[in-house]
């Protein structure tokens, strides 16, 4: 036992004692007006130690008596001699295990992570828990903050990686593909400056580290940008030239592709918000540069609010695991009417640009195939109103649209006034092809109703004249695909 504490028992003893102690907290009265103490309470500063364990150091420590928290860390004396947080630190020195962390900053989380006031590295990660927090922006709790497969530390210090992104080069490939499955360089997209990135040459099973192959690989790359019409109409106020994203907003796109080919995305890609955020899929194809009949490849994608077509992760170009060539590119949606470029397009690995927006520009294929009402300064968009998906658009006659509208909302189960029969101002609402300008809800009749958007498709259209005269209720509009 230590000298120091024998010596505080000594105190306390009625026979060795000398000195009268009036709240026995080890310390006689006279002392106590040294340390500034009170003699009538035997923890001054009400730290759960007692004066004199304080003083005399009884726990290891000498701390202030009159002070709870001896080294302004956050934590009392006694909460830290005790180890009343799960740890036993040290009451004099506010950084205990010295990690750039005040022990109640780590005890209590202030830095979001609670972590080991007694241990540097509290994930074993070998990056100091002040050096996440501080340096590098990692999760001290988490020996892998960017879940890549490597340790914070060995991305810092051994691979000189981003301990933050699994990705460091954005090739495609996590930094533990790069560095333990493929032998890559994790901070080079392509490592053996072939032209193709080590993701893409993985995809196409080629060997990222032999650039002889890269010239002859089947893969290219698009960006193609469109307008859907149905989200443009009443725009949200300060973004007349974006789609409106209601559909995301209101959480009813699906996070599995409504077509053929049953792609998927995360839920989380549906959390971005402004120009990126996301309207809803769309379908896109690869024609044959001879026959533009002929469908080479097609994939499901997602739609950006600026007309940004993108892959299932939203952010990406789009991949076509396809010789670079000249192809007709097709761009579908649910409840507009496609379109396909006029002429073909020479795509390439490299990123190519497909624009179907410009009206000073129009490159789409057939005879008013885009239209411009309804529509920013500028700018042609995707026909809207096809809800039966039957490639034309119909107000009145045979194959209009109207009943298939009528027949969404009157059989909505949900639409019942009191207890009665469905009515036809019901909003039924969810995600539905019905839903002809895009806002989440499907009407029949009233002032929102779907409708007249059809109805004003059919009388704007340039092509609705019979002989040259004024255009028809009855007159069918075709989707110009071939």
């Not at 903050?145 to 954005?170: A, R």
């Not at 307008?227 to 994203?245: I, S, V, Y």
């Not at 739609?303 to 993108?310: E, N, S, T």
């Amino acid at each position: 036992m230590k000298l120091n504490y024998i010596l505080f028992l000594l105190c306390l003893s009625p026979i060795f004692g000398l000195a009268q102690d009036s709240d026995s907290d080890g310390i006689d009265d006279v002392d106590e007006a040294t340390y500034g103490t009170d003699i009538n309470l035997p923890d001054s500063d009400f730290d759960g130690l007692l004066d004199g364990e304080e003083v005399f150091g009884a726990y290891g420590y000498v701390t202030d008596p009159t002070n709870p928290d001896s080294d302004f860390d956050g934590l009392n004396d006694g909460n830290e001699a005790f180890g009343n947080f799960g740890y036993v630190t040290d009451p004099t020195n506010p950084d205990s295990d010295a990690d750039g962390l005040s022990d109640g900053d780590e005890a209590f989380g202030n830095f979001g992570y609670a972590t080991d006031p007694t241990n540097p590295d509290s994930d074993f990660d070998n990056l100091m828990d002040g050096d996440e927090i501080f340096v590098y922006g990692t999760d001290p709790t988490n020996p892998d903050s960017d879940f890549d497969g490597l340790l914070d530390g060995e991305e810092v210090f051994n691979y000189l990686t981003d301990p933050n992104n699994p990705d460091s080069d954005f090739d495609g490939l996590s930094d533990f593909e790069e560095v333990i499955t493929y032998m890559t360089n994790p901070n080079n997209q392509d490592t053996d400056n072939g032209g193709i990135s080590d993701g893409d040459e993985v995809l196409i099973a080629f060997d990222p580290l032999d650039n002889t192959d890269d010239a002859s690989a089947p893969i290219v790359k698009v960006t193609p940008r469109a307008f859907l019409q149905g989200a443009t109409l009443n725009p949200n106020a300060g973004e007349e030239t974006l789609m409106r994203d209601d559909l995301r907003v209101a959480g009813i796109i699906p996070t599995v592709t409504p077509f053929i080919d049953g792609l998927t995305t995360q839920s989380t890609v549906f959390n971005t918000t402004g120009t990126n955020a996301i309207v809803d899929w769309v379908f896109v194809e690869l024609r044959d540069s001879v026959d533009n009949t002929v469908i080479i490849d097609s994939q499901s994608a997602l739609l950006q609010r600026d007309g940004d077509i993108v892959g299932v992760d939203g952010v990406s170009p789009l991949i076509f695991l396809q010789m670079p060539g000249n192809y007709y590119f097709v761009i579908k949606h649910r409840n507009h009417l496609g379109i396909m470029t006029a002429n073909t397009v020479a795509l390439t690995y490299a990123v190519v640009s497909i624009d179907f927006t410009d009206a000073n520009n129009q490159i789409t294929y057939g005879t008013d195939a885009q239209t411009t009402f309804g529509m920013p300064s500028d700018l042609v968009g995707m026909w809207s109103g096809d809800v039966n998906n039957d490639g034309r658009l119909n107000y009145i006659g045979a194959n209009s649209e109207s009943p298939f509208i009528s027949g969404q909302v009157f059989n909505d189960p949900d639409n019942s006034l009191f207890g009665g029969p469905p009515v036809g101002s019901y909003k039924s609402e969810g995600y539905f092809d019905t839903d002809v300008d895009m806002n989440g809800e499907t009407i029949y009749i009233g002032a929102n109703s779907d409708i007249p958007f059809i109805s004003s498709n059919i009388f704007n259209n340039p092509s609705n004249s019979l002989f040259g005269g004024p255009p028809i209720s009855t007159y069918e509009f075709l989707e110009q695909l071939p």
